[in-house]
């Protein structure tokens, strides 16, 4: 297991820019993707769920720029230049969580979201389903804490308390839920 309080990811590090259609069209650091309205560069968003079809969640540490300490999906984050979202979903498991995981892709979709003086996402999210492999040990550099939900009781806490989580989570969710019933029904109870 890697060290639970590495420092995995950087304001300098470079993001691939793409058009609305996927295609990579440059590189930017991400601090110039996240700055002001933000520019459009790919993403991914993990799904993972225990044995039991519940859901891992994860609480955004507190020194994350946007959404701090915010409910979110599992593990999400983006590619690196020269990076396949293959690799980058793997490596980010890693970094985050500590496992593996085998993923299914399920859909992608883009959205911007502003996080007031602090900047914006502006991604094309790639949105994956998994199972969690091995027990969970968060990167605190990235992660306050983590919970395992149902899907039942997500919906409830959802609509009770949406200002709890990310933008895009819920947007996530409330695609999976609608439109992906019956692919993440081999995954959640």
């Known amino acids: 297991m890697s060290d639970p309080h590495r420092i995995v990811s950087s304001e300098s590090e470079q993001l691939i820019l793409v058009d609305v259609a996927d295609k990579e069209i440059g590189y930017r650091s991400k601090a110039d993707c996240h700055d002001g309205r933000g520019i459009l560069h790919r993403a991914f968003s993990l799904f993972l ?20 300490g915010f409910w979110s999906n599992s593990c999400c984050s983006h590619p690196r230049r020269g ?10 498991l890693r970094d985050e969580l500590n496992i593996e995981a ?18 914006s996402e ?3 999210c790639h949105v994956f389903l998994g199972k969690v492999d091995g027990e969970v040990h968060p990167n605190d550099s990235e992660i306050e804490s983590t919970r395992f939900i149902s899907a039942e009781d997500l919906d409830l806490e959802l609509s009770a308390h949406p200002q709890r989580f990310t933008p895009w989570f819920i ?10 019933a019956g692919q993440l029904a081999r995954y959640a109870i």
């Open 171 to 180: 947007k996530e969710w409330q695609t999976l839920r609608e439109i992906y």
């Open 122 to 124: 502006n991604e094309l």
């Open 49 to 68: 769920f225990n044995d039991d079809g519940e859901l891992l969640l994860q609480q955004r540490a507190a020194e994350k720029r946007l959404w701090p």
């Open 83 to 92: 990076e396949s979202l293959a690799i980058a979903t793997q490596r980010r």
């Open 102 to 119: 085998d993923l299914e892709f399920t859909y992608h979709f883009c959205y911007q979201a502003e996080f007031g003086e602090a900047g």
